[in-house]
């Protein structure tokens, strides 16, 4: 193989495909980039196995070849490179050459015909989005979803279509977030179950671009398109929890506050809040006052108002403080609504005047 292209294209597409890439010490040449010279075009793969990435670029190919690389090393070596407008790669034996006019470099090549094959998914259910919005959609639920849990149903972003909706849902049992971004094109499948670490790489190689993303889902695979990105991902095969029969229909407390008013409480009870993150918020309509408390019996106490508009009866739960304030980037309103359902009963957070974007807080056992 030998080649030259521009360096700019080149990182870009090596530092998406890096972030798929993985080490294994079973299988070393997961660790690596396959780098494919055909024709006019440079394809750069990646795969863990559990994902899978094909990134096309246009470069001067003098000859046809296959080669994998180490990925960091590769990765790292490309971006020192930061003044060179153009490189050229050219692989003999088991040894890939970096040329450039001021700089001459070899890495060691990794067992190229160990490299797993990247599945092209081609029918299945078929419709697209913008990239802007999976990323948003995904970003919105995505810390939501259980780490490691032992129900893979848990540890995944839920993807559901409804009406002309794509809904993102993703539950840990504590807490549950639900996204819904409009789709132009009605997907055809009922859900479909993405890892939750698959859906956060996900997220890392497509935030930024700016085409709309074709979606190809397939039993136990899903495909991304956008521009010379294939992104391919193993699905879950599960149910997700029927989660609208815990969703309260109604309140007995309300409060209204400006996100920026409680995120700067909240900051200030974080100091005082014990080993279990937790802080009581207190909601007393009739006495106009929503308080926000932490205890901690080696530190000491805090109890801040917050200005807010209140309804309905008194209450106050004890709620974990890093489940509570997760939820608040997710929607783009300066104004919350905190519905309290009663004791022992879901919370549920949602941006004023923004109806996409609803998140629901178990209260914790005092």
Do not use: W
């Not at 010279?37 to 246009?58: K, Q, V």
């Not at 956060?200 to 695979?221: H, M």
């Amino acid at each position: 193989m030998k080649i030259e292209a521009i360096r700019e294209k080149l990182v870009e597409a090596v530092s998406r495909a890096e972030k798929v890439a993985q080490r294994n010490p079973t299988l070393p040449v997961l660790s690596g980039l396959s780098l494919e010279a055909l024709g006019a075009m440079l394809t750069i793969r990646a795969t863990n196995l559990d994902l899978g990435i094909s990134i096309h670029i246009p470069v001067k190919v003098e000859k046809e070849g296959h080669v994998v690389v180490p990925a960091q090393v590769f990765s790292a070596l490309l971006n020192s490179l930061s003044k060179e407008k153009s490189i050229s790669l050219s692989a003999e034996g088991q040894v890939l050459s970096v040329n450039t006019p001021s700089t001459h470099s070899s890495v060691k090549t990794l067992a190229g015909e160990e490299f797993p094959i990247i599945p092209e998914i081609g029918g299945g259910s078929n419709f697209s989005i913008p990239a802007k919005d999976l990323v948003t959609g995904l970003k919105a639920v995505l810390y939501a979803a259980a780490v490691g849990s032992i129900k893979p149903e848990l540890s995944s972003v839920c993807l559901i279509h409804e009406a002309e909706a794509l809904v993102f849902v993703a539950t840990d049992s504590f807490r549950l977030a639900e996204k819904r971004v409009k789709v132009k094109k009605i997907p055809n499948f009922t859900q479909i179950l993405i890892p939750q670490k698959n859906a956060s790489e996900i997220v890392r190689i497509f935030d930024g671009v700016d085409d709309d993303i074709a979606i190809t889902i397939e039993e136990n695979q899903i495909a991304f398109r956008a521009g010379s990105i294939y992104l391919t991902s193993r699905t879950i095969d599960g149910q997700f929890p029927d989660y609208k029969q815990i969703i309260p229909t109604e309140s007995v407390s309300r409060a209204v506050v400006l996100k920026q008013d409680l995120l700067s409480s909240l900051k200030t009870s974080l100091i005082f809040s014990d080993s279990f993150n937790q802080l009581k918020l207190s909601v007393s309509p009739e006495h106009k006052k929503f308080e926000v408390e932490s205890k901690n019996q080696d530190i000491g106490e805090n109890k801040d108002t917050v200005p807010a508009a209140l309804e309905g009866k008194d209450i106050s739960v004890s709620v974990n403080h890093r489940y509570l304030t997760d939820g608040f980037s997710s929607t783009p309103a300066d104004s919350l609504s905190l519905a309290f359902a009663g004791e022992g009963r879901p919370i549920v957070v949602e941006g004023v005047g923004d109806k996409s974007f609803r998140y629901l807080l178990m209260p914790m056992n005092r």
